[in-house]
Every structure is written in structure tokens, then in C-alpha cells.
């Protein structure tokens, strides 16, 4: 058999009902004593009439204050212990069956989600720290390592450039000279990103023209990509103001992804960087038509060392987003499998660093 649904009386009727029935009584007593009576003892029953109304109307008052006042001033007091960060509190009057009861019930069940959000919050953090601590120490082996390796590098270089210069054009070991040295540029890469993630610099913020910094990181991308049908168009702003930046970390944030929207082109594309102003901000898009990310990857592409490419070391949009966020401003993506992806850098006019009131 089903259960029967519990029945819940109305906090109002629960208070005004009892009263409301001693009321009605009276009355009804009132009016049948009083046609049943002379006129002088009329007047002692109206005067007890009244007396009595004091009486009922003092009954209500007592009852709202127990069944409204008092629970509201206790969830008032909660309510000031939450907000200082108390989440062991509840409500008492919970198990009440009307609505004072549900407004107690649903308190104590927000008590209740708050504490499991603190606590999953808690665990991330912690998560997080961890991981920081070990990013921290990974970059300083990493650089430690980058500048053990550098030196012989060095070396090997010097002597695969002489060996070069001494080989014959009509030489077949010229090609497998060119990978070597294709090789060594890999490697001479990967030591770099890894000492410009693992000891970076602060940016060198100046007042500067955004249009020509975008416009050198396009022409060398122009020159990079000279040998694929990929067109790289700039489109300027019609009015930017002067942008605090240091043009070096951003031109090479911005080249950075020209080269990726270069690697995601198969065949023929076009690749367009877009400036304007937005809100008090310079804002600068890098859109391309190539294969796009896969919407799994998006949450993960600013991570450290995460990359989809065979010889990527993971490390270009990590660190284009710690330079971006070195300038107070704001790196997002979006993309479509086979439509392309778009990349938006969101740079104030005034670096919060120094401190400057951004132009009206």
C-alpha cells in the first residue's frame, strides 16, 4: 500500500484557528446571553465582552510570537554565524510541519551544500598547491638541465656548421647536414621555452603602437609560411589609443599563434589578426580557417607541457598566457572541429602595474 501523504497545516491557521474558535464562541455565547438579559446586566456583559477580547487578542499576540517571532530571530542569529563562516549551524525549528518548518529544512540544507562546496574547494586548492609545488620544482630542474645542456650544444653547433662549410654542394651528406641542423633548432627551441617558462622575465611595459607590434609578428609569420597557399591578413583599428606593453612578449605571444594556426592549415587558408577596442581594452584576435581543437582539449591547451603535436613541447600557449596575464589582460579561445579557432587577447591600455587611468 502507498504511503499516505503527511498532511501540513498552514502556519497561519495554525495560529489564528484556535484563536479564531474562542472568538466565534464568544461571540455566539455573547449574543445569546445578552437577548436573554435586562438592560443593566447587559452592560456587565459587555464590559466582560471586552475584557475578554483583551484577553483573545493578548492569546494571538503570545501564539504569533511563539510560532513566527522566535523562529525568525533564531534564523536571524544563524543567518550572522554563516556569513562569519560558521557552517555547523541549523535551524531547530526544522521538523516543524508548515512552512516556518520548510523555511528550516531548506536553511539547513544550504548549510549543508555550502560545507560539501567548501570542502571540494578545500581539496582543490590543495590539489592545486601540489601541483604548483611541482611545477615549481620541475622548472628549476628543467632550467637547471637547459643550461647544462646549452654549453655543449653550443659546441655541437660550431662543429656541424664547420663540417657544412666543408662539404661539397654536389655532396649527398648536405641533405642529411640540413636535418641535423633542422634537429639541432628543435632542440635549441625546446631549451628555450623551457628556461622562459621556468625563470621568466617581467614585461617591460612601455606606451606603444599595438599596430606595429602585431604587424612585425605577422610579417615574420608571413615569412615563415611564404611556401604554403596561407594568406595572413591585419586589420587595424580605426582608433587605438596607445597600449602599455612590452612589444617583445607580445609580438611573440601573437607569433606563436600565427604559427600554430599555420600548423592546423592543410592545404590552402587564411589566418586573420583583428584589432579594436572593447570596453576600456585593446583587444587583438587571431582567427584561422585549419582543423580546429577538439572540444576535449580546450580546458587543457593553456596547460603546462599539454600539446597534440609530435615534436610541441607544450609550453608556447602557457607561456603566451602568463605574458598576457603579466600585462593585466586576458587570453580566451574558441574553436570548431574543420572551422578554425579563434584566439582573443584582451590587453588594458594602462598595465595595472603602473598604476596609469586608462583613456576615455
Known amino acids: 500500500m502507498e504511503a499516505m501523504p503527511e498532511l501540513r497545516m498552514n502556519w497561519l491557521l495554525k495560529a489564528v484557528l484556535p484563536v479564531a474558535a474562542v472568538l466565534v464562541s464568544g461571540v455566539l455565547l455573547f449574543l445569546w446571553v445578552t437577548f436573554s438579559l435586562e438592560e443593566p446586566e447587559r452592560r456587565g456583559i459587555l464590559l466582560v465582552a471586552a475584557g475578554g477580547a483583551v484577553v483573545i487578542c493578548g492569546v494571538l499576540l503570545v501564539v504569533l510570537v511563539v510560532l513566527i517571532q ?16 560558521d557552517l555547523t549551524v541549523s535551524a531547530s525549528f526544522a521538523d516543524r510541519n508548515d512552512e516556518i518548518g520548510e523555511l528550516g529544512r531548506n536553511f539547513n540544507e544550504t548549510v549543508r551544500q555550502l560545507q560539501e562546496t567548501r570542502e571540494a574547494t ?4 590543495q590539489a592545486e598547491m601540489s601541483r604548483a609545488e611541482h611545477l615549481a620544482t620541475l622548472g628549476e630542474l628543467a632550467a637547471g638541465l637547459a643550461h647544462e645542456i646549452r654549453n655543449p650544444l653550443a659546441g655541437i653547433v660550431g662543429a656541424v656548421e664547420l663540417l657544412g ?4 654542394e654536389s655532396s649527398p651528406s648536405r641533405e642529411i647536414w640540413k636535418e641535423v641542423r633542422q634537429e639541432i633548432q628543435q632542440i ?7 628556461l622562459d617558462y621556468a625563470r621568466p622575465r617581467p614585461p617591460q611595459v612601455h606606451p606603444g603602437d599595438l599596430h606595429a607590434t602585431a604587424e612585425q609578428a605577422v610579417r615574420l609569420a608571413q615569412q615563415q609560411a611564404r611556401s604554403r597557399p596561407i594568406k595572413i591578413d591585419l586589420v587595424k583599428a580605426a582608433e587605438l589609443p596607445p597600449v602599455e606593453h612590452d612589444a617583445a612578449q607580445i609580438q611573440q605571444v601573437l607569433l606563436n599563434l600565427l604559427l600554430n594556426a599555420v600548423q592546423s592549415i592543410e592545404g590552402e587558408g587564411a589566418i586573420e589578426v583583428h584589432l579594436r577596442r572593447q570596453e576600456g581594452f585593446a583587444v587583438v584576435s ?21 600539446t597534440t603535436k609530435g ?28 572551422k578554425g579557432s579563434c584566439f582573443t587577447l ?8 603602473t598604476g596609469g587611468t586608462p583613456p576615455q
Open 346 to 353: 584582451r590587453l588594458p591600455f594602462r598595465n595595472p602595474a
Open 122 to 125: 578545500n581539496r582543490a586548492h
Open 188 to 194: 635549441q627551441k625546446i631549451l628555450n621555452d623551457l
Open 286 to 306: 587571431v582567427a584561422d580557417t585549419g582543423s580546429g581543437i577538439d572540444p576535449s582539449h580546450l580546458s587543457q591547451i593553456f596547460r603546462p607541457f599539454f
Open 311 to 338: 615534436k610541441g613541447t607544450g609550453l608556447g600557449l602557457s607561456l603566451a598566457q602568463r605574458i598576457v596575464e603579466g600585462h593585466g589582460g586576458s587570453i580566451e579561445v574558441s574553436s570548431a572541429p574543420g
Open 70 to 85: 522566535r523562529p525568525l530571530r533564531e534564523l536571524q542569529k544563524k543567518i550572522a554565524l554563516l556569513r562569519g563562516g
Open 165 to 168: 662549410a666543408e662539404l661539397p
